[in-house]
């Protein structure tokens, strides 16, 4: 078992930018793609950003232009660079990591919070 282990989250005005950190402790062999998902109070977990091992990147359209989503494989860390936040974006932001096409190891999360 491999543990996902999120970072950056926190308490930022409307406006404001912050960076997510997900790394995990040894290599994965297959990875397919990595990305975020978020869950907000009373709603269903929804994707953020996707990147593949190639650099590949996909965006949920309320993100583009503000998200951006990068990995370090040496590092085995994926990042995910919040800017012009908005309240809508507040939630706990998920790292998944899906490999073999199909598996996935997911992180505990980490809450980012948006004020107005």
């Known amino acids: 078992q491999v543990q996902l282990v999120e970072s950056g989250g926190g308490l930022v005005q409307a406006g404001g930018s912050l960076r997510l950190s997900c790394s995990w402790s040894?290599?994965?062999?297959?990875?397919?793609?990595m990305g975020w998902y978020r869950q907000a109070p009373g709603k269903q977990r929804e994707l953020v950003a996707t990147i593949t091992r190639g650099g590949g990147t996909n965006y949920a359209d309320s993100v583009k232009g503000r998200f951006t989503i990068s990995s370090d494989n040496a590092k085995n860390t994926v990042y995910l660079q919040m800017s012009s936040l908005k309240p809508e974006d507040t939630g706990v932001y998920h790292c998944?990591?899906?490999?073999?096409?199909?598996?996935?190891?997911w992180g505990q999360g980490t809450q980012v919070t948006v004020s107005s």
């Open positions: 040894r290599s994965i062999a297959s990875i397919n793609d």
């Open positions: 998944d990591v899906r490999f073999d096409y199909w598996r996935h190891y």
